[in-house]
């Protein structure tokens, strides 16, 4: 519906933005819209999320730092629409403008059926409640200061282990991590297959393993616990 409040979904700057145009459809190709191209950082790398066919009257301008959660204006039916609706798109790296779709321009593709909250170019789409609601991204960040400290079990970190605050620490300081070919961690607290890859990609990548070593067969040791988990943690080796 028109006149529905937007939200940053995460800290970041406005990189470009666009306002003026009326809520009146026009239901032309490349129309003018209202639209907020926002710049973040996700999973340790530059991303870029588009909020599109906002009302008139945006709450922000170009160059503008914002914090998640705040305002950045109404949901409307500006420019290609045939009513109200919100065109949310996340890309990474961020992008120059967002008109006739530039934002687009250079973002490769990953063939595939996208599943568990990530697009086909694995970026995770970010679910309704963190757009709609202010609220959101502060319960997040107040889960996430949690998670960026306390008592680590090693022998919790294996594969199998499930439903463990250990393997959520663990997921939240991957997901802190730039990983060549990296991808972002449910915080599930369950040792998966996505959990052990990228516990693997950060001991052969960031600790100097072998691949196929003992050292990087994704099941993180005490010695390696230390490296990753850092000061702010308290790592055990048994629960």
Not at 12 to 34: E, I, M, W
């Amino acid at each position: 519906m028109t006149g529905t409040p937007v939200f940053a979904v995460a800290d970041g700057v406005v990189l470009d933005c666009n306002d003026g145009v009326t809520n009146k459809p026009k239901q032309v190709t490349g129309a003018p819209s209202n639209w907020v191209l926002l710049g973040i950082t996700h999973a340790g790398r530059k991303a870029s999320v588009l909020y599109q066919h906002l009302s008139p009257g945006i709450d922000v301008q170009k160059g503008q730092k914002v914090k998640a959660g705040q305002k950045l204006g109404d949901s409307g039916s500006s420019g290609n629409a045939t009513g109200p609706h919100l065109h949310l798109a996340a890309m990474w790296g961020h992008r120059d403008r967002a008109g006739r779709y530039d934002y687009l321009k250079g973002i490769g593709s990953k063939e595939g059926v996208p599943g568990d909250g990530t697009a086909s170019n694995e970026i995770c789409i970010f679910p309704p409640s963190l757009v709609f609601s202010a609220g959101a991204p502060q319960r997040l960040m107040a889960a996430a200061t949690v998670l960026a400290s306390g008592l680590v079990f090693v022998d919790k970190l294996r594969f199998g282990t499930s439903n463990s605050d250990s393997v959520k620490r663990l997921q939240f300081v991957l997901n802190g991590i730039k990983l060549k070919d990296g991808r972002n961690l449910k915080l599930s607290g369950n040792y998966d297959i996505d959990t052990k890859n990228e516990a693997t990609k950060w001991q052969i990548q960031k600790d100097g393993c072998a691949p196929g070593s003992i050292g990087a067969d994704g099941n993180i040791g005490l010695k390696q616990a230390h490296k990753l988990f850092g000061k702010t943690y308290t790592v055990k080796a048994k629960s």
